[in-house]
């Protein structure tokens, strides 16, 4: 079977997952993804897609993923492990829709303004 290819963005991380049939390996930056990923939740969060169509233990995945932190890095193979099992199966794509998995996460980094010194914060105002 050929293998298919999703993508995958958070913030500024973005993740390839390549999906095939298999017995539930998943390898992030050619580790394991326990080993990958210092936290638990962070581990669970990033599978959770598996979970919800439950096709735990039926696919194998390699992922490819840069930028960004820990949180936008776990956001993004999320969204890329939801694509691909669409890909592989078309009837997953209302419960993964409904669920909100197959939704990009828009929010960015706003950008720092002129005459602050952070995005929003301003300086200190001194009436004399």
Known sequence: ???????????????RVVIRPGSGKIEVNGKDINEY???????LKAIEPLKV?????????????QGGGTTGQVGAISLGIARALVLFDPEYR?????LGYLTRDPRMVER?????????????????
């Open 112 to 128: 720092k303004k002129y005459g602050q010194p952070k995005a929003r914060k301003r300086f200190q105002f001194s009436k004399r």
């Open 37 to 43: 990923f210092p936290t638990k939740f962070d581990v």
């Open 94 to 98: 209302p419960t993964l829709r409904k």
């Open 53 to 65: 169509v439950d096709a735990m233990g039926k696919f194998d995945f390699k992922v490819n993923v």
């Open 1 to 15: 079977m050929v293998d298919k290819i999703a993508v995958g963005r958070r913030k500024t991380s973005v993740a």
